[in-house]
Antibody, heavy 122, light 107 residues
């Protein structure tokens, strides 16, 4: 079955960087769009970034544009989120999520990881 | 950016009652509307995609309807495991956005 496992979370000072990883198994990784979605403590869900199935196209929320970079290594079945210039408001659980169907623009999330907590604190 | 507004913020109902949750979008998303359920300490779970298609393994008591800007998630008869927060999300254009959520609590 599909499994997504995030790693790399932790406590970081404002302005510093952090990289999250998401290891995927149970499906043909390179055929699917992959996303990062975050949830601040006690708040709702916020879509952060997408790596489309073709591996070349990427999309970002305005709140992270220019600071975060999504990438993927299809040979390792791994998705990444490089987070630079971190701010207090980036504190959240970061979920890795898989698009609902292979190829195309099927941007609903049918599988989620358990989440990685990122805390930005001085 | 398309804004999604969910109502009510909290719904207090007893087991066996019918729950009706609303999601309105600031512009038409056709039928590209998705529903999730989230319980405390857990990742969200996909319920409905493209307005009315139940995801794999989702019980028939969950149904979705709507198109354009007005959407509804209906739980026909609440089971104890259905008490949770429900979010809608559109996939009509970038950026993808979520609604603020509706909490279904035990009355």
């Amino acid at each position: 079955q599909v499994q997504l496992v995030e790693s790399g979370g932790g406590v970081v000072q404002p302005g510093r960087s952090l990289r999250l990883s998401c290891g995927a198994s149970g499906f043909t990784f390179n055929n699917y769009g992959m996303h990062w979605v975050r949830q601040a403590p006690g708040k709702g869900l916020e879509w952060v970034a997408a790596s489309l199935y073709d591996g070349n196209n990427k999309r970002y929320a305005d709140s992270v544009m220019g600071r975060f970079a999504i990438s993927r290594d299809n040979s390792k079945n791994t998705l990444y989120l490089q987070m630079n210039s971190l701010r207090f408001e980036d504190t959240a659980i970061y979920y890795c999520a898989k698009s609902g169907r292979d190829y195309g623009d099927f941007h609903w999330f049918d599988s989620w990881g358990q989440g990685a907590l990122v805390t930005v604190s001085s | 950016e398309i804004v999604l507004t969910q109502s009510p913020a909290t719904l207090s109902l007893s087991p066996g009652e019918k729950a009706t949750l609303s999601c309105r979008t600031s512009q038409s998303v056709n039928r590209y509307l998705v529903w999730y359920q989230q319980k405390p300490g857990q990742a969200p779970r996909l319920l409905i995609y493209d307005a009315s298609n139940r995801a794999t393994g989702i019980p028939a008591r969950f149904s979705g309807s709507g198109s354009g800007t007005d959407f509804t998630l209906t739980i026909s008869s609440l089971e104890p495991e259905d008490y949770a927060v429900y979010y809608c999300q559109h996939r009509s254009s970038w950026p993808l956005t979520f609604g603020g959520g509706t909490k279904v609590e035990i009355k």
